[in-house]
C-alpha cells in the first residue's frame, strides 16, 4: 500500500482560496515505516519506551533528541504527562513502527514556548521509533509453537528444568541466548531464581514443547533493567525449548517394551548380567550406545558398578526383554554430570536388550527335549560318542554347529570340550535330544573364546548319535565282568604255557568279542593289543609266561595279569 495514503490528519486543513495552508488546528500524523505484523496498538493509559528527534517545523533545526543521549524516553500515554499533541499522534502506533508528528502550538507549547529552547508559537515535529508497548494490567503471554504428541507430565513448581532460549525485546533486538553458549539454562522453579514472568511462563511445559513468552517490564528487569543489554522497563521476548525436567521426588520409570515367551527366571541382585543399550537424554539427543560399538556392557547387579538407577532397573529382568528406563540425575551422575558427555544434572533415558544373565554358582542347566523309550545305556566319562550340537547365544546368535552328516566326536571326561558341554552330554541315551545352558564358569569364562563374547552364556541344542563304551583315563582295556580264574590257562590257547604276541591279541579279541572286556574306544585295536603285551612281557623276550602275567584291581597291581591300563 502507498505509505502516502496512510497519512493521518485528526481535523481538516483550513485553506485559503489561493491554495496556500492556514495554521495547523490539530496533529499531522505521517505513519512512513510500518512493521508487516502489529499485534498491538498504542492506547490511553499504556506505557511506552520511544525514541525520538524533535524540530521546527520551520527550519527543521532539531532542539531535543533521545538518539542522542542514548537513552530511549519512557512516559504513560493520555494522563497529561506528554504533550497533548503527542498523546494525539502516538495513539494507534505498533512496536517498531516510525511515525513523524507534527504538533501546532496549542497542541505543544503555545504562545509562552519553553525555557527558551521552544519559542512561542512554534510548530514542532516530532521523529518517532516505538519501541515497547506494556499496560499495568497485562499479563505474562504465553504461545506454544510446538507441542510433542505424546505430554506425559508437565513442569510444575519445585521441578528441576534444562532449556534453551533466545531473549529478545520487543523490537527483535537478541539480548541473549543459551544456543550461542552452546549449553541450556538449568535452573529450580518456584524458588525465585528467575524473574517472575518467567517463572510463570516455564510452568505446564511438556518436554520438547517450544514456547514464546511475553514478559511486561514490571515482571522482567522493571526500571533497573539487567546490564548493558536489557534497558529499563523492557518488554522481554522468549522463545523457549524444553530440554529436560525432574522433580527431587522423582524415582525411575521403567517402561516394558517386549518380554519374550516361556521367561521362566529374572535377574537378581548378585547376578552378572549382558545387556545393549541406547542412551539418551529426554530431547532425545544420544550420549552413547553399546550396539555402536558391538559389544554389549557386562556387569554384576547390585554391586554398584554402574549408576544407582541402573542398578535398581536391571533386577527382575528376562533374558531378550526390552525395557526403556527414565533415570532422574539423583540416581545418574547428579550435578556433577560427566565431562564433555552428560551435563549436569541430566536425566537419562536407557532403551535396553538384556542378552544373557548368569550367577556365579548356576550349574549347567539340562532340558531333555526327546528321550528314546529303550534307554539301556547312557554316556558316562571314558565313553567315545558322536553327536550333532547347534551352539548360540541366549539371544539366538548362532555360533557353531556340527555337520549333519558329519557329526562330531568326543571322549568323555578327556578336558576336549569345555566343561559344560561335557556336562551336558554324560547321561545320555543313543537318540536322545537336549537343551543345554552353560555359563560361563562352565564356558569360555570371562576371555571367551574366537566367536563367543567375554562372560556369554551358551546354548547348547544336542543329539546323541552313536554311543561306544569307553574305558577309564590310565586303561587300554578293561574287563565287563570277572577276570578269568586262572587268567593264565586261558589265555594260553593251545596250552604251550607261553602266549606270543598273536596268541595274546585272539585272546583278548575274543574277549571283546564275546562282551567280556572292552578295548579303549578310537584308538586302533593293534596297537593298544601289542602296547598291553609289551606291558606284560617282562623280559621282552616276545612271549609271556605265567609269572610275568599280573593283572590291575581297582588301580593296584595283582599276581595273574599285569598290564598299565
Known sequence: ????????????????????????????????????????????????????????????????????????????????????????????????????????????????????????????????????????????????????????????ASDYVRYHYNGTLLTGEAFDSSYSRNTTYDTYLGQGDLIKGLEEGLLRMCLGERRIIIIPPFLAYGESGHGTQ?????????????????????????????????????????????????????????????????????????????????????????????????????????????????????????????????????????????????????SEVDDLIQYRYNCSLMDGTLLYSSDHDTPSFAT??????????????????LGERREVVVPPHWGHGENGAGEVPKSAVLFFELELVELTKGVPEGYMFVWLGDVPDPLFPAMDLNGDAEVPLEEFSAFIMLQVEEGKGRLRPAVDADSIIKDMFNNQDENKDGKIVEDELKVKVDGEPQQVIRDEL
Open 1 to 156: 500500500m502507498d505509505l502516502t495514503l496512510l497519512t493521518l490528519v485528526f481535523c481538516l486543513h483550513d485553506f485559503v482560496v489561493n491554495g496556500n495552508p492556514s495554521p495547523l488546528v490539530d496533529v499531522v500524523v505521517d505513519r512512513y515505516e510500518i512493521p508487516t505484523v502489529c499485534p498491538r496498538e498504542v492506547q490511553t493509559e499504556d506505557f511506552i519506551r520511544y525514541h525520538y528527534n524533535g524540530s521546527f517545523s520551520a527550519d527543521g533545526t532539531k532542539f531535543d533528541s533521545s538518539h542522542d543521549r542514548g537513552i530511549p524516553a519512557v512516559s504513560q500515554v493520555g494522563l497529561g504527562r506528554l504533550l497533548l499533541g503527542i498523546n494525539r499522534g502516538l495513539l494507534g502506533m505498533c512496536v517498531s513502527e516510525r511515525r513523524r508528528i507534527t504538533i501546532p502550538p496549542h497542541l505543544a507549547y503555545g504562545s509562552i514556548g519553553s525555557d527558551g529552547v521552544v519559542p512561542p508559537d512554534a510548530v514542532l515535529v516530532f521523529d518517532i521509533l516505538l519501541l515497547d508497548i506494556w499496560n499495568p494490567e497485562d499479563k505474562v503471554q504465553v504461545r506454544t509453537l510446538s507441542k510433542p504428541e505424546s505430554c506425559r507430565r508437565t513442569t510444575v
Open 412 to 429: 568323555l571326561g578327556a578336558n576336549k570340550v569345555i566343561l559344560g558341554l561335557e556336562e551336558g552330554l554324560l547321561g545320555m541315551c
Open 230 to 378: 536489557i534497558p529499563p522497563q523492557a518488554t522481554l521476548v522468549y522463545e523457549v525449548l524444553l530440554v529436560d525436567a525432574f522433580n527431587p521426588k522423582d524415582d525411575l520409570i521403567v517402561q516394558v517394551k517386549e518380554v519374550p515367551e516361556g521367561c521362566t527366571r529374572r535377574t537378581v541382585t548378585g547376578d552378572y548380567i549382558r545387556y545393549h543399550y541406547n542412551g539418551t537424554f529426554q530431547d532425545g539427543t544420544a550420549f552413547d550406545s553399546s550396539y555402536k560399538r558391538n559389544s554389549t556392557y557386562n556387569t554384576y547387579i547390585g554391586k554398584r558398578y554402574v549408576i544407582q538407577g541402573m542398578d535398581k532397573a536391571l533386577v527382575g529382568l528376562c533374558i531378550g526383554e526390552k525395557r526403556r528406563i527414565t533415570v532422574p540425575p539423583h540416581l545418574a551422575y547428579g550435578e556433577a554430570g560427566v565431562e564433555d558427555l552428560i551435563p549436569s544434572s541430566a536425566v537419562l533415558v536407557f532403551d535396553i536388550q538384556v542378552i544373557d544373565f548368569h550367577n556365579p554358582k548356576d550349574p549347567v542347566g539340562i532340558t531333555a527335549t526327546h528321550k528314546p523309550q529303550d534307554c539301556n545305556v547312557t
